[in-house]
């Protein structure tokens, strides 16, 4: 296993306190109980379309038979058909239109140039208009609502039948039953002034009154909107609930036989009634016991597993609150969701606590506290097995799908597996219970994406875990590992040879990493932070020097060590100043372990034969590797460095270089606290080797004469 990716803070919360770890176990489980709903659960589990699996059932008392979500729909709609919308009758629209009228024609006569016409005209043109308006009103104007029109197929257009319909008219709170062929809709109200001015002979300019009457029908019977609603939901609560009834004594569900929809209806009839009568008559005290020895249990087993498999979670208290608090909440979320009976549980992001937790820490310890979560909300959530199978599939997706964290563009491509993975667990479920697609509520998958949206906020949550708690996640790695970042472009600029050098040991270890399991981005972060030291002096650097201008030849071979040695201590500094995580820091303190400065060491004995040496002036500080990652980075940095000083490399050369070097750093004794095996250490040197033959293009030797013979 990688080293967990935490920052080590000095804290109360990172004590070994077995009292305070265990007093957040206990506080969890009781929270946990505390927000359970205390009502007994139907015992019994059933699917639809599937054998009854338990003893023959018979009913221990009277009870209805609950409708299905179908045929309540189908009595909704029916119910809906006979309500009939209301109308208002506004009886100041025919005195208002008819008096501007009036008022207004001489006005309009005089403008529209009509002076040929003797002045007694206008009379008659009064007259005629004040009849035709009066005889509309009086028969009422009003607006067709599609609502209530009936509708032919989607070829047909509707018929003169289909588009009437039945209303109520309400004058001064007097009901009255019409229907709307009687009434005027405005265009048939101008085709019926139309037909009248044609028929009358008295007046000549047709057309121009025909105009002007337009302007002066208006609807006058409106539509109550708010009161037909009103009288549609009245209607509406009085639809049964039920149908029929199943006696005390009744068989309801036979062992082995398929559970058919109407089995299928009085279980879930009898499931509650079972439920609504325990909320009143079944002991809560015995429910809220049984729920703490079940989450008692679960709590106990991820304990165990921790313990055993992921310690350095078990003993870091701070750990353990970020699991404990996530656990909470969603399980709060899902609680107060049942309590106030939303439409789908499903728009709760449960998928995002197996992301936090595979972000945060690892594969394996999402998937273990997914399944608890799954698990305890079975305990309370109706239809506990497609709520079990949906999410638990779900989760792993989401734990698979980001397996790797290299690029953000991973989330959205998790997220669409995610939905797809409710969708196809959705309809397949459908599917098997009912063989039928009709039986398919395409609505239902809203749930899914809404869910699914809400997961994406898993990520911002994940950074605030971050800042509280001092852990580092594959997002930060993936920041830290940018090259653009403003430490990594000071050291381009200011050590332009390191840089180089550390974007080689990078690619080296990450690709070893990858060979033998680990964190490729935290060896890659590690990887481009751990010489930043070398900015400090760049020049008493070889791969840092110019035209061979070499500084330490006016140093002597002490003085040379310790800037050699100095990188390491300025690198810390320089990476504690820029914030830089802990866990980064580590591979700067460890990439040198304790070895010692050879050459000047050499130089020290060489010149100096008769004269004591203190070998702790030419050794690194410290510490050795205590991690796979930061022993693979130490064995990349001084492969690395050495290759390029050969001057002829060849496959012999390099291969005897690199087992050399790997060989030298197990003699010191580097990798004794390193969780990495010698069969680790000898696929890296391979993964080594092979790189440097293609960074230095080596070519391979054939023998020709084999070549012939395999032509031949």
Same mark, same amino acid.
């Given at each position: 296993?990688?080293?967990?990716?935490?920052?080590?803070?000095n804290?109360?919360?990172n004590?070994?306190? %077995?009292?305070?770890?265990?007093?957040?176990?206990?506080?969890?489980?009781?929270?946990i109980?505390?927000?359970?709903?205390?009502?007994?659960?139907?015992?019994?589990?059933?699917?639809?379309g599937?054998?009854?699996?338990?003893?023959?059932?018979v009913?221990?008392?009277?009870?209805?038979?609950l409708k299905?979500?179908?045929e309540?729909?189908?009595?909704?709609?029916?119910?809906?058909?006979?309500?009939?919308p209301?109308?208002? *009758?506004?009886?100041?629209?025919?005195?208002?239109?008819t008096?501007?009228f009036?008022t207004?024609?001489?006005?309009?006569?005089?403008?529209?140039?009509?002076?040929?016409?003797?002045?007694?005209?206008?009379?008659?043109?009064?007259?005629?208009?004040?009849?035709?308006l009066?005889?509309?009103?009086?028969?009422?104007?009003?607006?067709?609502?599609?609502?209530?029109?009936?509708?032919?197929?989607?070829?047909?257009?509707?018929?003169?039948?289909?588009?009437?319909?039945?209303f109520?008219? *309400?004058?001064?709170?007097?009901?009255?039953?019409?229907?709307?062929?009687?009434c005027?809709?405005?265009?048939?109200?101008?085709?019926?002034?139309?037909q009248?001015?044609?028929?009358?002979?008295?007046?000549?300019?047709?057309?121009?009154?025909?105009?002007?009457?337009?302007?002066?029908i208006?609807?006058?019977?409106?539509?109550?909107?708010?009161l037909? #609603?009103?009288? #549609?939901?009245?209607?509406?609560?009085?639809?049964?609930?039920?149908?029929?009834?199943?006696?005390?004594?009744? %068989?309801?569900?036979?062992?082995?036989?398929?559970?058919?929809n109407?089995?299928y209806?009085?279980?879930?009839?009898?499931?509650?009634?079972?439920?609504?009568?325990?909320?009143?008559?079944?002991?809560?005290?015995y429910?809220?016991?049984?729920?703490?020895?079940?989450?008692?249990?679960?709590?106990?087993?991820?304990?165990?597993? %921790?313990?055993?498999?992921?310690?350095?979670?078990?003993?870091?208290?701070?750990?353990?609150?970020?699991?404990?608090?996530?656990?909470?909440?969603m399980?709060?979320?899902?609680?107060?969701?049942i309590?106030?009976?939303?439409?789908?549980?499903?728009?709760?992001?449960?998928?995002?606590?197996?992301?936090?937790?595979?972000?945060?820490?690892?594969t394996?310890?999402?998937?273990?506290?997914?399944?608890?979560?799954?698990?305890?909300?079975? *305990?309370?959530?109706?239809?506990?097995?497609?709520?079990?199978?949906?999410?638990?599939?779900?989760?792993?997706?989401?734990?698979?799908?980001?397996r790797?964290?290299?690029?953000?563009?991973?989330?959205?491509?998790?997220?669409?597996?995610?939905?797809?993975t409710?969708?196809?667990?959705?309809?397949? %479920?459908?599917?098997?219970?009912?063989?039928?697609?009709?039986?398919?509520?395409?609505?239902?998958?809203?749930?899914?994406?809404?869910?699914?949206?809400?997961?994406?906020?898993?990520?911002?949550?994940?950074?605030?875990f971050?800042?509280?708690?001092?852990?580092?996640?594959?997002?930060?790695?993936?920041?830290?590992?940018?090259?653009?970042?403003?430490?990594?472009?000071?050291?381009s600029?200011?050590?332009?040879?390191?840089?180089q050098?550390? *974007?080689?040991?990078?690619?080296?270890?990450?690709?070893?990493?990858?060979?033998?399991?680990?964190?490729?981005?935290?060896?890659?972060?590690?990887?481009?932070?751990?010489?930043?030291?070398?900015?400090?002096?760049?020049?008493?650097?070889i791969?840092?020097?110019?035209?061979?201008?070499?500084?330490?030849?006016?140093?002597?071979?002490?003085?040379?060590?310790?800037?050699?040695?100095?990188?390491?201590?300025k690198?810390?500094?320089?990476?504690?100043?820029n914030?830089?995580?802990e866990?980064?820091?580590?591979f700067?303190k460890?990439?040198?372990?304790?070895?010692?400065?050879?050459?000047?060491?050499?130089?020290?004995?060489?010149?100096?034969?008769?004269?004591?040496?203190? #070998?702790?002036?030419?050794?690194?500080?410290?510490?050795?590797?205590f991690?796979?990652?930061?022993?693979?980075?130490?064995m990349?940095?001084?492969?690395?460095?050495?290759?390029?000083?050969?001057?002829?490399?060849t496959?012999?050369?390099?291969?005897?270089?690199?087992?050399?070097?790997?060989?030298?750093?197990?003699?010191?004794?580097?990798?004794?606290n390193?969780?990495?095996t010698?069969?680790?250490?000898?696929?890296?040197?391979?993964?080594?080797?092979?790189?440097?033959?293609?960074?230095y293009?080596?070519?391979i030797?054939?023998d020709?004469?084999?070549?012939?013979?395999?032509?031949?």
């Open positions: 296993m990688a080293k967990l990716k935490i920052n080590y803070i804290s109360k919360l004590s070994n306190s %077995l009292i305070f770890r265990y007093g957040m176990v206990v506080t969890t489980v009781l929270l109980c505390f927000f359970l709903p205390k009502q007994p659960r139907f015992e019994y589990e059933f699917q639809k599937k054998p009854w699996n338990h003893d023959n059932l009913s221990p008392y009277n009870f209805a038979v299905t979500k179908e309540l729909d189908k009595d909704k709609q029916q119910i809906l058909r006979t309500v009939q209301i109308y208002n *009758l506004n009886t100041a629209i025919n005195k208002e239109q008096d501007q009036t207004d024609l001489a006005e309009k006569w005089q403008s529209s140039q009509m002076d040929t016409v003797p002045s007694l005209k206008i009379e008659e043109y009064k007259k005629t208009g004040v009849e035709l009066t005889a509309i009103y009086n028969r009422g104007v009003l607006s067709l609502n599609n609502r209530y029109q009936t509708k032919g197929t989607e070829t047909e257009k509707l018929n003169e039948t289909d588009a009437n319909y039945n109520t008219l *309400l004058n001064e709170n007097v009901a009255t039953q019409k229907n709307t062929v009687d005027f809709t405005i265009e048939i109200a101008y085709d019926f002034v139309k009248r001015l044609d028929r009358d002979k008295d007046i000549s300019q047709k057309k121009w009154l025909m105009e002007v009457l337009k302007n002066y208006t609807v006058n019977l409106i539509y109550n909107e708010s037909t #609603e009103k009288v #549609e939901q009245t209607a509406l609560a009085n639809i049964s609930s039920t149908r029929g009834m199943v006696q005390k004594g009744e %068989l309801i569900a036979e062992r082995d036989k398929i559970v058919n109407d089995t209806q009085k279980l879930e009839s009898l499931r509650k009634v079972f439920e609504d009568e325990a909320k009143i008559t079944g002991n809560k005290n429910v809220a016991t049984g729920q703490f020895l079940l989450v008692g249990l679960a709590m106990t087993l991820l304990m165990v597993f %921790l313990y055993y498999f992921r310690r350095q979670i078990y003993d870091n208290n701070r750990l353990l609150l970020i699991i404990f608090i996530v656990i909470l909440a399980l709060g979320v899902l609680s107060w969701a309590s106030m009976r939303i439409s789908s549980l499903y728009f709760i992001p449960y998928c995002g606590v197996p992301i936090i937790f595979r972000i945060l820490f690892d394996r310890v999402a998937l273990n506290i997914h399944l608890l979560m799954v698990l305890i909300a079975a *305990l309370f959530v109706p239809n506990s097995y497609d709520f079990v199978f949906l999410q638990f599939m779900s989760g792993l997706v989401a734990i698979y799908s980001i790797t964290m290299v690029k953000r563009e991973q989330f959205l491509i998790s997220s669409l597996l995610i939905l797809a409710y969708i196809i667990g959705y309809i397949g %479920l459908v599917l098997t219970r009912n063989g039928s697609v009709s039986n398919i509520y395409w609505n239902d998958i809203t749930p899914f994406i809404v869910s699914v949206g809400l997961t994406l906020l898993a990520y911002p949550l994940i950074y605030a971050e800042k509280l708690f001092g852990i580092v996640s594959d997002l930060t790695l993936m920041e830290l590992t940018n090259s653009n970042s403003k430490l990594l472009r000071e050291l600029l200011k050590a332009p040879g390191t840089f050098h550390s *974007l080689q040991v990078a690619n080296l270890a990450e690709a070893a990493v990858y060979k033998i399991g680990g964190n490729p981005l935290l060896i890659r972060a590690g990887a481009l932070y751990h010489d930043i030291g070398k900015m400090i002096n760049p020049l008493y650097f791969e840092n020097q110019k035209n061979g201008v070499n500084p330490h030849k006016e140093l002597t071979s002490e003085q040379s060590a310790q800037i050699i040695i100095s990188h390491v201590i690198g810390i500094e320089i990476a504690k100043r914030l830089l995580p866990v980064i820091i580590d700067i460890t990439h040198h372990g304790t070895t010692r400065v050879d050459y000047f060491y050499n130089e020290f004995i060489r010149d100096n034969p008769d004269k004591l040496v203190d #070998e702790t002036i030419f050794h690194y500080p410290g510490p050795i590797p991690s796979k990652e930061t022993a693979v980075l130490m990349a940095d001084s492969v690395e460095a050495a290759a390029r000083a050969l001057k002829e490399p496959k012999d050369s390099i291969s005897g270089l690199v087992d050399k070097i790997i060989e030298h750093k197990l003699m010191q004794k580097q990798f004794e390193a969780n990495i010698m069969k680790d250490i000898s696929d890296v040197a391979h993964i080594f080797k092979s790189m440097l033959m293609s960074i293009h080596v070519r030797d054939y020709l004469s084999k070549k012939k013979d395999v032509l031949q």
